[in-house]
């Protein structure tokens, strides 16, 4: 074999789709471009080691699509085995499909299988699902990249499905920054920095409960990687998504950052996600006069019953009085708030009137809605032991064997509210507090793909007929 940096081979790497959105299927839901930045990563630090590398996302094509385009860009058949991320339990049967059909196109090229929040310590329950897999790889591989791509290194890999599961996430200490030449097709996405990986706050449902946080990319690095993106991009003027479970910059930080953005000149755009507990009022000046445009909030609800069943906080009051606040200061600084709801397990028409009463008295603070029935996720003993969990909240899955199966199940909340009926309160409140210029402008900052205007939005409304569509029309 020739040496790992030879430049006559592409190491390939593919973000495995969907056959359909996970929602309604509609002809703009089809049209969100995912950035699959855990897997570009990867493919940066080899870059960073001088190893050429090409990211696919497979979208909503069909596998079979996928592959042809990496016969024609000849990306394979390659000597590196195919790097398949798994972003998505819903995305397991696209992923399946597309190592069946690589093996039987490239039958000497090897697979390796990854995706923590899928995979977590499944190898042989991956394996079952796609067998055409030769290598499960467990947790964050920033740090084992360079020998993963290496099939006689595998045996002294840790954390995977030949060596065994070592129980740890590591973080990187330094974030890798992400090289988005190597994205098949990059100027159809809007860019992304990662600040932080990692959550400390260990709400009850969330994949991320427990595991901590890396540490937080300095000031001066995210200029750096901003002036990349904008040399990358060729525009001065983008979007662009601070990535992190928790956006939550202390003071010096935010006005560090501030102050480069200003003094560089920079006119890009950007979003987070964060928690109405997480940032302060002047942090938030500092970030508003530094370009943030638009704030994913996870609220998940205004019920105090649902707050604490979900774990989101100890002190629910307190915890919706710094969400009214929180809100009315983004408002007050023009920065557009799109609120998380999640209906959880136990939820009831009085708990889903408590949330709507609030919603509707800061209705004016906030530019929309994504509201969502929990679900449960996860294979094995992790995803029995949290169903489990759940139930004693009175709530029971629709389809119990479809955790084992599919890797989650949905559920009926309550007997108040079934599944079905979830799904149909979701969608209205979308309705209530969302019209269809709302959406798009909350959709195109970041997931509509760039270029796609509002009137290409509308025509693919009109042409969505019957659809019940998660908001209301103009």
């Not at 709400?203 to 937080?216: P, V």
């Not at 445009?293 to 989101?312: N, T």
Request: glycine share 6%; with cysteine; proline share 5%.
């Amino acid at each position: 074999m020739k040496q790992v940096n030879d430049d006559t081979y592409i190491v390939p790497f593919v973000s495995s789709g969907l056959y359909a959105p996970k929602k309604k299927d509609t002809s703009f839901a089809r049209k969100f471009q995912y950035m699959n930045y855990g897997l570009l990563a990867l493919a940066s630090v080899l870059s960073n080691h001088g190893i050429q590398s090409r990211l696919f996302h497979g979208a909503y094509l069909f596998p079979n699509e996928l592959i042809q385009i990496m016969f024609r860009e000849k990306i394979i058949p390659s000597k590196y085995p195919c790097l398949v991320s798994i972003p998505s339990y819903y995305s397991m049967p696209w992923a399946a499909e597309f190592c069946k059909l690589l093996k039987e196109s490239c039958p000497e090229m090897k697979i390796v299988v990854g995706g923590r929040w899928v995979v977590d310590e499944g190898g042989k329950w991956i394996r079952e699902q796609i067998p055409e897999t030769d290598l499960v790889v467990y947790g964050i591989a920033d740090q084992r990249i360079v020998d993963i791509i290496i099939p006689d290194k595998w045996g002294t890999i840790p954390n995977t499905d030949i060596t065994g599961f070592e129980n740890m996430v590591r973080f990187p200490n330094i974030l890798p920054r992400l090289d988005f030449s190597i994205v098949y097709e990059f100027l159809k996405y809007n860019p992304c920095i990662e600040f932080s990986r990692g959550c400390k706050l260990g709400c009850y449902y969330c994949c991320e409960a427990g595991l901590g946080e890396s540490n937080q990319k300095p000031p001066s690095e995210m200029i750096k990687e901003l002036r990349l993106i904008t040399a990358i991009y060729s525009e001065e003027e983008l979007n662009v998504f601070f990535q992190s479970s928790i956006f939550n910059p202390n003071i010096h930080w935010a006005k560090e950052f501030s102050e480069l953005y200003n003094n560089e000149g920079l006119k890009i755009n950007w979003r987070c996600q964060t928690r109405v507990d997480c940032v302060s009022k002047g942090v938030l000046e500092y970030l508003a006069n530094s370009g943030l445009r638009v704030i994913d909030l996870g609220l998940e609800s205004a019920s105090e019953r649902q707050l604490l069943a979900m774990g989101k906080t100890k002190s629910p009051k307190q915890y919706l009085e710094k969400a009214e606040q929180f809100i009315q200061y983004a408002s007050d600084l023009n920065i557009f708030v799109k609120l998380n709801i999640m209906l959880y397990a136990g939820e009831t028409m009085k708990t889903v009137s408590e949330t709507l009463k609030w919603l509707r008295r800061n209705r004016k603070y906030f530019k929309g809605i994504s509201a969502n029935p929990f679900y449960v996720y996860g294979h094995g003993n992790k995803g029995q032991l949290f169903l489990k969990e759940v139930l004693k909240l009175g709530a029971t899955p629709v389809d119990i064997d479809s955790l084992e199966n599919r890797g989650y199940t949905f559920l009926n909340l309550s007997n108040d509210i079934d599944y079905n009926t979830a799904i149909e309160i979701c969608n209205d409140i979308q309705r209530e507090f969302m019209n269809a210029n709302d959406y798009f402008e909350l959709k195109a900052f970041t997931y509509f793909p760039r270029g796609y205007s509002y009137q290409d939005f509308i025509d693919d409304v009109e042409n969505d007929t019957g659809q019940d569509l998660p908001f209301k029309k103009n």
